[in-house]
């Protein structure tokens, strides 16, 4: 395969794994974000609400599903430009320029703005994404198990709090 003909597929598949670097990023700074005192739901609230509610009720679950999602998002935009960017610029300057682009591009487009945004919309942002980040705990159910244990573990073993993410979510 040329140079030039990985160059297109590559750019689609990192803008696309922008995107759910952003979905990620604004939706732990949305559901993390809520009022205490949100109401917790009913038989008449909507299946969205319910949702939110039971990913609410996990909190280190929850936490663990969206950072392993956009680790793993992020390190494949990682790779791919790294791929790129060493099919265009002198061995030399690989690792360095793809660094920079890579960093520029997560941080403006996968955290700064979409958690800006996940703040800004709190409440409407949190009941959009309940459904589909329930959909990728339950994809990456293994490894969210795995992580929750081993971080649980080695956080207690430190002497650390292993329910540090309650705070933000307890429903008083």
Same mark, same amino acid.
């Given at each position: 395969?040329?140079?030039?003909?990985?160059?297109?597929?590559?750019?689609?598949? /990192?803008?696309?794994?922008?995107?759910? !670097?952003?979905?990620? !990023?604004?939706?732990?700074?949305? $559901?993390?974000?809520?009022? &205490? *005192?949100?109401? @917790?739901?009913?038989? +008449?609230?909507?299946? &969205?609400?319910?949702?939110?509610?039971?990913?609410?009720?996990? @909190?280190?679950?929850?936490?663990?599903?969206?950072?392993?999602?956009?680790?793993?998002?992020? $390190?494949?935009?990682?790779? =791919?430009?790294?791929?790129? /960017?060493?099919?265009? /610029?002198?061995?030399?300057?690989?690792?360095?320029?793809?660094?920079?682009?890579?960093?520029?591009?997560?941080?403006?487009?996968?955290? =700064?703005? @979409?958690?800006?945004?996940?703040?800004?919309?709190?409440?409407?942002?949190?009941?959009?994404?309940?459904? @589909? $980040? !329930?959909?990728?705990?339950? /994809?990456?159910?293994?490894?969210?198990?795995?992580? +929750? =244990?081993?971080?649980?573990?080695?956080?207690?073993?430190?002497?650390? *709090?292993?329910? =540090?993410?309650?705070?933000?979510?307890?429903? +008083?």
């Amino acid at each position: 395969m040329s140079t030039y003909s990985i160059l297109g597929p590559s750019l689609v598949a /990192v803008v696309l794994l922008l995107l759910l !670097s952003a979905f990620f !990023s604004s939706s732990e700074s949305a $559901i993390f974000s809520l009022p &205490d *005192d949100m109401q @917790p739901a009913t038989e +008449d609230s909507t299946k &969205d609400s319910r949702t939110l509610q039971q990913l609410r009720a996990n @909190p280190h679950r929850l936490l663990v599903t969206l950072l392993v999602g956009n680790n793993l998002v992020n $390190i494949a935009i990682t790779s =791919i430009v790294t791929l790129l /960017v060493a099919r265009f /610029v002198p061995p030399g300057y690989t690792v360095v320029l793809a660094t920079l682009c890579v960093s520029v591009l997560v941080l403006v487009f996968g955290e =700064i703005v @979409p958690k800006s945004y996940g703040l800004g919309h709190a409440a409407s942002w949190s009941l959009r994404v309940a459904r @589909p $980040i !329930s959909y990728v705990e339950r /994809v990456l159910r293994p490894l969210v198990a795995l992580f +929750d =244990i081993v971080t649980r573990w080695l956080t207690s073993l430190i002497g650390g *709090d292993q329910h =540090i993410e309650k705070p933000y979510l307890d429903e +008083d």
